[in-house]
């Protein structure tokens, strides 16, 4: 059991392992933006040593730093158009690589040596950080691993696009496909958790109905009348160009859904965070969800379960806790069967709640959400505090996620849309995305061979 008990225990807890955190391109920006903004000196928390903001867009990262208060030595301007690469992604790759001596120098600066691990945060749907996460990795990689020869991990957290953006579904998959392409070769994420836009937007529409609405209508002038028409009001962004409205419609939907995406990292972060009268067991760092989870990951947060021991059978309070959890709570839905190949949780409450004891109860809840022979590993977080909430964080490794599905869908539907013997039409390809239509339908060939159990139809030609 990991006592975290005074000053002692602080500094020894500071010299373990330590991260760093990485945004890069607008949605990365803004998340680690809103954390630092959200919490309230204006601190990660402590096992996070600093932090860097990078983008190629000279405005969006003017934007950040005023927003969220971000020091200018936080944030890096790179690569050569200072406009972004509008979802260019292999633009992104190369910025990177191009780049590599100035980001190295800024996170010397800032005290990145001797991390143990990076948390890269991204979205998936765009240029610069779909295509410059898996190049910072590689460079990290190469630098710690292959040239110091010393083990790092790399966490992403990548965020999937809304729906029907089925351009960035293109990238999205390119991305995840990249990044397990190249774990194979020691150079790519130790693990990405996906959160999913279309699905927090889903769930915070269920949740906070009432606020959300009232908070779109106010913010975009028109009338929501109910939460079926908000989910369709998303643009498309083929071949890109959107109105003024989509754009505020966008901006809208992701001021609703980051605080979402805070309380996941948050929650991930949390058993490794000194508090006093706080006990973990067992002892949970962060490297540990890569040691004992697949590599990509779909993560579940329930907050403020209302478990009452006295109140009936706690087996079957655990279960319905479960049930609700996955089915629920899941930051891309993943339906009713995932299936999960791995399974992490950290239950997080009062001593007589979040107790070992309850263990066997809840992998037994779990049974039918996950494959045979899955591993299960637990983590208790017990707080001493007056009233305590009851938190459950489930992760999910290698789920089904029927949105994946249609994200494969719709990017087979665009590269067929651009293909054909014309050359003029192929060139599409090397036009928006800086790459090859081969590249790309490897990519989605990746998914459909990692999630094929449930993958049917809709080939490539
Ligand atoms: N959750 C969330 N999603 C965002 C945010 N900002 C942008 N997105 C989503 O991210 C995708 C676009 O990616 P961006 O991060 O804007 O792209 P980028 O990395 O800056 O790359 P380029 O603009 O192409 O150079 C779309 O799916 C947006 O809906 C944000 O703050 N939060
Ligand atoms: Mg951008």
């Known amino acids: ?140 990689k190469q630098k710690f691993q292959e040239e110091e020869g010393r083990r790092i991990f790399v966490y992403v957290i990548g965020v999937l696009p809304f ?90 939907f992701v001021e609703l859904v980051n605080p979402l995406a805070l309380d996941v990292i948050e929650a991930m972060l949390s058993p490794g965070v000194y508090e006093p009268e706080k006990d973990v067991f067992p002892t949970t760092d962060l490297a540990d969800y890569a040691r004992k989870l697949d590599p990509v990951v779909v993560p579940a947060l329930y907050n403020d379960i209302g478990l009452i021991p006295d109140a009936g059978s706690m087996p079957r309070q655990l279960r319905t806790m479960i049930d609700y959890a996955v089915t629920q709570c899941s930051y891309a839905d993943v339906g009713d069967t995932p299936n999960a190949e791995s399974v992490y949780y950290v239950f997080d409450g009062p001593r007589h709640i979040s107790k070992a004891e309850y263990g066997m109860h809840i992998k037994e809840a779990l049974d039918k959400y996950i494959a045979p022979g899955a591993a299960i590993t637990p983590c208790y977080v017990q707080h001493q505090g007056p009233e305590p909430i009851v938190k459950l964080l489930l992760l999910l490794g290698l789920p089904k996620i029927p949105e994946l599905v249609q994200l494969i869908n719709e990017a087979t539907q665009l590269v067929n849309l651009h293909s054909g013997p014309s050359a003029l039409k192929q060139s599409w390809f090397m036009r928006s995305k800086g790459t090859t239509r081969k590249e790309l339908v490897t990519a989605i060939n990746d998914f459909r061979e990692l999630f094929s159990y449930y993958m049917e139809g809709g080939t490539l030609e």
Request: include cysteine.
């Open 1 to 140: 059991m990991q006592k975290t008990k005074g000053k002692g225990a602080d500094e020894e807890l500071g010299k373990a392992a330590e991260m760093f955190a990485i945004g890069i391109g607008e949605c990365g920006s803004n998340i680690v933006g809103s954390y630092l903004k959200a919490s309230e000196d204006k601190k990660l928390p402590s096992r996070v040593r600093g932090y860097l903001l990078l983008n190629t867009d000279r405005s969006d990262l003017t934007k950040v730093r005023q927003k969220y208060g971000i020091p200018k030595e936080h944030t890096l301007l790179y690569g050569e158009s200072e406009i972004g690469v509008g979802g260019r992604f292999m633009d992104g790759y190369n910025a990177v690589m191009e780049s590599k001596d100035i980001i190295f120098d800024q996170l010397t600066n800032l005290g990145f040596e001797g991390v143990s691990g990076f948390c890269i945060f991204t979205s998936l749907g765009g240029g610069t950080g779909c295509g410059g996460t898996p190049a910072i990795i590689e460079l990290l």
């Open 163 to 252: 729906e029907g953006q089925s351009s960035e579904a293109l990238n999205s998959i390119w991305a995840v496909s990249k990044l397990l392409r190249a774990q194979l070769q020691e150079r790519g994420a130790d693990l990405t958790i996906l959160l999913s836009n279309r699905t927090m937007l889903k769930r915070i529409l269920q949740w906070r109905r009432g606020d959300s609405v009232d908070y779109l209508a106010k913010e975009l002038d028109v009338d929501v009348a109910n939460v079926q028409s908000i989910e369709q009001m998303v643009p498309s962004t083929v071949d890109g160009g959107s109105s003024e409205l989509e754009t505020r419609t966008e901006q809208a």
